[in-house]
């Protein structure tokens, strides 16, 4: 017997066998000198693959925790444990607990579902996102070399995508420019570095679009592991399909408002209710009594499909009257395709009723044909939302907000679609000052579910409250403009939120630099001092005085120092050195921005904020810029 199945009892029945293999490979992959335990440096090295940035200090002290018999290294009984004990029970206080608790998840639900039972891999999902990368990619001329990937019985698709340049295309056809494609690496031969980068690229710029990434790392994807490949290509899709789903971007869905209802309301409602409302509007208009409630069930019989494009064009669209519901399923498929749409869905996932793939048809089918006519005597409502931004800036700002706050995956939000909708009731604001100070919420204050106004206001004011004793500028603010949506105060609490996140950051990961409080003062000398100090790549460049500095907006202080930081990761041949228009300069930014994901950092200015010199936005990429170059020298300590 070996030391990998010698489990004390309690935790030998806590997990079934096949789950208990998966630990010991997942361990055996850690224990990379083969002695059977995890050293420090070995334990730094896997933080590392899956995401965390952190100290040597906060590495030692989980150490600590984890390491019960105080021999410096981690056992396989210790690495058990710590995965079972922080399975299943709540972790808090502070940086290092989250730290901790990350880790553990990582270690454990890369392999292991809920409750410790395997993940079971849904073939349909696997062959349904390749055929939907075969139709969406067959022309780009960097992909098409991978493809088309395979559908039967088929690996293409976890080990096609291992290079990153699949998931990158893949995240520009969700959002355009998303990526500058310059900064991929494209060579048909890639080593694991390379391959690196252009996985930190692609989980990057996915949280930018608003993936949630929880556990993920660059060598996760290099395997090709299925649950965390099909999670992530998943959101990636979803999307790509959701993204012109809203008021915004289709002022004809207020003609789903219900009798005597508001159509604003329409703008708080997610991209999915959204479609569920069209489904059921053609289903109005076409005379029957069928509903639909869920993507899943209610769509088994493919009746409601058959009504829903027969009303979207009956003329390509007949009815579908087969018995046998696969027969029909298969003719629901032949009459999307009839409109255009692109399908990649099966008829068995229809009678199966898989979510996922369903909602992904039905939002095809609306991109392609929505079929949404106004009336001549109807008024439309203004066409965005019932919020007033005064300047593109604002609405930058507002999405840059969303994707942060969707980015954290915290338990206690909801995924966010709307900035000012969402957080009108105060519980986002409120889940984000505990993460950013925890413990500072008393929950038991909290109107957890806030039906009425009253409660609302009740909320807003008590996360206003909070606030100010985190020593935020609230002046002027109050509860009731939160709940009333006013875009430019909800705007100034939620930078500031951002702001002391990432000063939290910084001061916990520069403390052995001797800086006990971070000012943004800090943060200008640091990257000052580097760029002066530093080997670049571009010669005389000007220091800055200030995150407000003219020269900014070239875009070349920022490459100079992400060249000191990175050197191997940027191709001085692609920057405008003396950039003479607003294109050339968005084209640095654009850059700029690619190489600070590549190098794995969490990035959320946009290019026109450089370009046109947003201080706080500037301030933000600086400082996460400083966090890689802390995470890439404590890494150095280990090579």
């Not at 849904?122 to 139709?135: G, L, Q, T, V, Y």
């Not at 369903?358 to 089918?365: D, P």
């Amino acid at each position: 017997m070996s030391q990998f199945t010698q489990l004390p009892s309690d935790l030998s029945s806590a997990f079934s066998p096949s789950a208990l293999r998966e630990l010991e490979e997942k361990f055996r992959e850690f224990d990379t000198s083969g002695d059977g335990i995890i050293s420090l440096e070995e334990f730094t090295k896997a933080l590392y693959n899956v995401g965390e940035t952190i100290t040597t200090d906060e590495i030692q002290n989980i150490m600590k925790t984890i390491d019960t018999d105080n021999s410096g290294a981690l056992s396989f009984v210790e690495f058990v444990r710590f995965v079972h004990s922080l399975r299943t029970k709540n972790s808090s206080g502070g940086r290092s607990q989250y730290v901790l608790k990350r880790t553990a998840t990582s270690f454990a639900e890369t392999v292991l579902g809920d409750g410790g039972a395997s993940h079971v891999i849904p073939d349909s999902e696997r062959f349904a996102f390749s055929e939907h990368i075969n139709n969406c990619l067959h022309n780009d001329a960097h992909a098409s070399r991978h493809l088309p990937l395979g559908l039967e019985a088929s690996q293409d698709l976890y080990e096609k995508t291992g290079d990153g340049l699949i998931y990158c295309k893949l995240i520009n056809l969700a959002e355009p420019g998303t990526i500058d494609e310059r900064a991929i690496n494209k060579k048909d031969t890639l080593n694991v570095y390379q391959k690196t980068e252009n996985l930190n690229l692609a989980i990057q710029a996915a949280k930018r679009i608003g993936c949630q990434i929880v556990n993920i790392g660059p060598m996760d994807l290099i395997e090709g592991r299925p649950v965390l490949v099909l999670g992530l290509i998943w959101q990636i899709i979803k999307i790509q399909l959701m993204s012109q789903i809203s008021l915004r971007h289709c002022p004809e869905l207020a003609l789903l408002a219900l009798d005597g209802e508001d159509p604003s309301i329409l703008a708080s409602l997610s991209p999915e209710d959204l479609l569920l409302r069209w489904f059921n509007y053609h289903l109005n208009k076409a005379g029957t009594s069928r509903r639909v409630a869920n993507f899943g069930s209610d769509l088994q019989d493919s009746e409601c499909y058959s009504i829903l494009l027969n009303q979207l064009d009956s003329s390509k669209c007949n009815l579908c009257t087969e018995s046998d519901l696969e027969e029909k399923a298969d003719h629901v498929i032949r009459n999307a395709r009839s409109l255009g749409v692109q399908t990649f869905i099966r008829a068995d996932d229809i009678v199966s009723g898989n979510k996922k793939l369903n909602l992904g048809l039905v939002a095809q089918l609306f991109n392609t044909c929505p079929k949404l006519e106004v009336p001549p005597e109807v008024v439309l409502p203004p066409p965005v939302t019932s919020i007033e931004l005064d300047d593109a800036g604002d609405t930058r700002e507002e999405r840059v907000f969303r994707m942060w706050i969707n980015s954290l995956n915290l338990p206690e939000t909801k995924y966010i679609h709307s900035l000012f909708e969402d957080l009108a009731d105060g519980l986002v604001i409120l889940a984000l000052e505990d993460f950013v100070q925890p413990g500072i919420v008393n929950w038991k204050r909290v109107n957890k579910k806030p039906t009425s106004v009253f409660k609302k206001v009740e909320n807003c004011n008590y996360a206003v409250d909070i606030g100010k004793q985190m020593g935020f500028r609230l002046v002027n603010i109050g509860g009731e403009d939160i709940v009333r949506k006013t875009a430019k105060l909800i705007l100034a609490i939620v930078w500031q939120l951002m702001r002391k996140s990432t000063l939290n950051t910084l001061k916990s990961l520069a403390s052995h630099e001797n800086i006990q409080e971070i000012q943004e003062d800090h943060i200008l000398e640091w990257s000052n001092q580097r760029v002066r100090d530093g080997t670049s790549l571009l010669q005389d460049v000007a220091l800055i005085t200030s995150f407000k500095d003219s020269t900014i907006s070239s875009s070349l202080y920022l490459l100079s120092l992400l060249s000191i930081i990175a050197p191997e990761s940027i191709n001085i041949e692609l920057i405008h050195l003396n950039p003479s228009t607003d294109e050339e300069k968005l084209e640095n930014a654009k850059y700029a921005i690619s190489i600070a994901m590549k190098i794995g950092t969490t990035v959320f200015v946009t290019p026109e904020d450089i370009v046109e010199i947003k201080p706080k936005m500037i301030m933000s990429f600086i400082s996460q810029l400083w966090v890689a170059d802390i995470a890439r020298k404590e890494m150095k300590l280990y090579k």
